[in-house]
């Protein structure tokens, strides 16, 4: 699920390139617009104690047990609130200068396991430094730091942008195999390895869906 900051809409997906780049990589996308931003009016916009279960009817909506989020910025406002209250529901996030990190104590952060977490931000934005000191409390965590750029280097840099998505799906597809196989008997684990590999983390036969543009 792909989200957007405050100057965007669910458009900026399809023109940078990573709703393409997802689709290649064999996973459905949904990139929505929030309430109160491109074709969602403004009267839809959700109570923050509110945000965990819209967004989390969103994903029942997409049809998905589980999502990888990519929230930039403004986005953190729906995306942290549904990440700390329903974790389970995540294969991944990728936080993106992503507001608001602080508004959640250390605990929370800690206690968010076996949850792929890349944040990426720009060199000089204060925000991003606050994510990272947040983030780094988090088992499976990993940050890259864009120099001498702040909040706008997604929106000019976009090979840098979808290099680092591309890298950070493939992680999240082999920490879904290790999941997977971590259980099963040996001689079946050597099997599953052979055969089982997720290609995208999607449903089997869903590969070839393509890519969304959706108002919510």
Do not use: C
Request: charged content about 25%.
């Amino acid at each position: 699920i792909l989200l957007h900051g405050a100057f965007h809409d669910s458009s900026i997906w399809m023109k940078n390139g990573v709703q393409e780049l997802l689709a290649k990589q064999g996973f459905r996308s949904l990139a929505m617009d929030m309430p109160g931003f491109g074709e969602v009016p403004d009267q839809k916009r959700v109570p923050a104690n509110q945000m965990a279960a819209y967004m989390e009817a969103v994903k029942n909506e997409f049809n998905a047990d589980y999502v990888i989020v990519v929230a930039p910025v403004m986005a953190g406002k729906f995306a942290l609130p549904w990440l700390m209250n329903m974790p389970t529901s995540f294969l991944g996030f990728v936080a993106i200068d992503t507001i608001e990190t602080e508004r959640y104590p250390d605990e929370q952060y800690q206690s968010i396991t076996n949850l792929p977490i890349l944040l990426v931000y720009g060199e000089r934005d204060q925000v991003g430094q606050t994510a990272q000191k947040k983030f780094s409390l988090v088992e499976l965590y990993q940050v890259e730091v864009v120099p001498s750029f702040g909040t706008n280097w997604y929106q000019e840099k976009t090979t840098t942008l979808r290099k680092h998505i591309e890298n950070f799906s493939g992680i999240v597809i082999e920490h879904v195999n290790e999941m997977r196989n971590r259980d099963l008997p040996e001689e079946e684990r050597a099997e599953a390895v052979g055969e089982g590999d997720v290609e995208g983390a999607v449903p089997e036969g869903e590969g070839d869906i393509p890519a969304e543009v959706a108002p919510v």
